[in-house]
């Protein structure tokens, strides 16, 4: 299997030399394990999904650490989260950095238990699937944007394109029919998966809890839940407005992505990157590539992420990134190979109301020459990628 160097392996060794505990989170088949593995070749490895360990750490957590006492991975540590109160007591009695490295699968529930047990002992780490600069930098052949969209950036499915669809297919599958009973017992297990097609139904678009409640049959308050389950499994995420008390009339909902495009085409039916290309949905699975990779860009940095939209009633952009304080770039998402002559007018609407702030505006699109044009340059999309994953 090709290997390819991932972006947040120096914040991870960083990390190790400052911290007792290094916890990384990201979705399942993200590459957590095998970047751990790689980092820390001479520590010991646990996975929690194992039996007969997962039983050894729930019925004897005394006993667990004292077997694995030091310089040790525990892989899916959401699996027995009363765990982290134990390594928390062995971490108070010695707290020297590099102890123990956590992986989890799960966001929120993850997250909330270690911000209990272990604030200020860890750090926290995300790592998604690949981003394009971190297969440019290892891929002998670089993707055409249909393979990135279609495909998704996974690492198994980065590694067997023939098999990459079945891979999706039974990905989607595991995630429905096991990792969500993990998380939440959402009951119908029918019922969710056509909530979750409902969904990629809506990547992109705002947030409305209410009308996909009506397209599945659930109450407002089951849908947030669900979308919640969403999150906590690394399958969706919200994407919050960009506003500073501008307009009243500002759009204030959030809207809905996907953390892989190739997630997302086998939830929307889209068979191959022909059908992708003539897809009603292409448009917003490319813009739900290029929010993917900005967010890409600020976890593999360790940063938290500064990634918006912009909507009023007279314009809207669809990536607003906070740069630093008083500085932000807004970009336009155009799916097309030849950009249209407005791909810039959401930008440059930014620039003239945002006076007391530094807005740079550009485009991107799904061709390959760089566009200089009065209003901002219009930038292909493997350049864009490659560009967000060097300037923050």
Known sequence: MLMIQRKLESVCRADLGAFPIVTLTGPRQSGKSTLLRCMLPDWQYVNLEDPSQHDFAVQDPKGFLRTYPDRVVFDEIQ????LLSYIQVEVDRDRRPGRFALTGSHNLLLLGTVSQSLAGRTSVRHLLPFSYAELASGLCALPTIEDQLFYGAYPLAINGLDAASAWLDSYIQTYIERDVRLIRNVGDLGQFRRFVRICAGRAGQILDLSSIGNDVGLTHNTVRDWVGVLEAGFIAFRLEPFY?????????????????????CRLLGINSPPDLHFSPFRGAIFENWCVVECLKSFY????????????????????????????IAAFE???????????????????????????????????TEKQLRNEGPV????????????FL
């Open 300 to 327: 593999n940095r360790g940063r938290q992420p500064g990634l918006y939209f912009w909507k009023d009633k007279a314009a809207e952009v669809d990536i607003v990134m906070e740069i630093s304080a008083g500085k």
């Open 244 to 264: 500073r008390n501008f307009s009243k009339r500002l759009i204030k909902s959030p809207k809905l992505f996907f953390y892989d495009t190739g997630v997302l």
């Open 333 to 367: 998402c155009k799916s097309s190979v030849t950009p249209p002559a407005f791909a810039l007018k959401g930008p440059g609407y930014l620039v003239k109301v945002m006076r007391e702030m530094e807005v740079s505006g550009s485009a991107i699109y799904a061709g």
């Open 379 to 390: 930038i292909p999309w493997a350049e864009f990628a490659l560009y967000v994953a060097n």
């Open 79 to 82: 699996r027995a989260p009363k």
